[in-house]
């Protein structure tokens, strides 16, 4: 065979409208596709760990989930479940088994709940005690009218920057953010109708314009809008103390997120369908530009588990001749609750005929829980 990459595009865009999306993990890639998800984990022993699972049919059930701003709260919380899920099973298998041991699920868990806990702190309460605190300090000049909402809107946004710049001069956050520039790279590739070799997706862009980070961004400028009005038309009680005043706007500024995500996600898919419009690329800009913090050039072997990962969420009519099976890292392939070893000749993915194993079909050491 020739060592030429095959750069035919068998199946153009059309063929496949659906818009894939991912996360990065601890070393590995989460990819989603239309009808199920998959997290592939580089191992210690070199190995490439894959797994998949179904996704909720919920708005198939309930179409109401697919309407505007429900859908984009529907999509917020389905996508957070799906990728505290999935950085469990990386957290669980990026590591060697007396660290694995030591992890456990209940410590994954944890760490998701602890996580959350911060997030609500540092991105919500912090901002809001912050400012009113020090307007308390400097007689109250700001109140609880339009320009307390703004000064502490742009609080939030400097907190948020500053936390992200400095996450990512710690080398395993930066690892983090290497595999995110993969992610994104595999994506690139196949929405331009490019064969999936390592070579090939190596070329493209670590931006994206519907990266996560531009939903962020999104976040951050319309809860601007958002809390501002909501604030000054629904202000705190009269005669509030400091610390009621803050806990109201707390949580004011919680239960309004929803709405906020709502119409985050609508501009989203509003800069994924109109791209080419000089508006909305100018909106996007901020986004874009972020990623050059949260993304960094990923190595061939952190591409190879993008691949690995999209690979397993993309129809096989779809994969073939885009994916060709010329990737060099067996993988261990979760099925049943057990972990069989593959080599890359050998791999079935669900939808595809069931798998033949090759010479190593033993179950490998998943844990005993999983099931």
């Known amino acids: 065979m020739s060592s030429e990459p095959t750069r035919t595009r068998p199946e153009p865009l059309e063929a496949a409208p659906h818009y894939y999306g991912g996360q990065a993990v601890i070393e590995g890639v989460m990819m989603r596709g239309a009808d199920r998800w998959a997290v592939a984990v580089r191992r210690p022993g070199g190995d490439i760990w894959l797994e998949c699972q179904p996704v909720s049919d919920l708005p198939k059930r309930h179409k109401i989930l697919t309407k505007p701003m429900f859908r984009g709260c529907y999509a917020l919380a389905d996508s957070l479940s799906i990728g505290m899920k999935a950085l469990g099973i990386s957290a669980m298998q990026a590591f060697d088994d007396e660290e694995e041991e030591e992890l456990g699920k209940g410590a994954v868990g944890a760490s998701m ?24 300090l400097l007689g109250h000049n700001l109140g609880d009218g339009v320009w307390f909402h703004l000064v502490e809107s742009l609080v939030r946004v400097v907190i948020f920057l500053g936390y992200l710049f400095a996450i990512s001069l710690m080398a395993d956050i930066r690892r983090v953010f290497m595999y995110h520039g993969a992610e994104h790279k595999t994506i690139a590739a196949w929405e331009h109708g490019d064969v999936l070799e390592p070579e090939n997706v190596d070329r493209y862009s670590t931006l994206h314009v519907r990266c996560g980070t531009n939903f962020l961004i999104m976040v951050m400028l319309l809860a601007v809008v958002v809390y ?5 038309a629904v202000p705190p009680p009269e005669g509030a103390g400091l610390m009621l005043t803050i806990l109201y706007h707390v949580a004011l500024r919680i239960v309004l997120l929803p709405v906020v995500a709502g119409l985050a996600y609508e501009g989203l898919r509003l800069g994924a369908s109109r791209g080419d419009n000089p508006i909305v690329k100018a909106l996007m800009k901020p986004g874009l530009w972020l990623q050059l913090i949260t993304t960094k050039q990923p190595t061939r072997d952190q591409i190879e588990v993008a691949i690995r990962s999209f690979e397993a969420v993309v129809p096989p009519g779809l994969r073939e ?27 079935r993915l669900d939808g595809d005929d069931e798998p033949t194993a090759g010479p190593a079909t033993e179950p490998a050491d998943l844990p005993a829980d999983e099931g």
């Open 321 to 347: 001749g885009r994916v060709p099976h010329t990737l060099d890292s067996p993988i261990t392939l979760a099925r049943d609750g057990l972990a069989v070893h593959l080599t890359d000749a050998d791999v």
């Open 228 to 232: 501002t009005v909501a604030g000054v």
């Open 113 to 136: 709940a602890l996580a959350l806990v911060l997030f609500i702190g540092i991105f919500i309460f912090l901002p809001s005690a912050g400012t009113k605190g020090v307007d308390a």
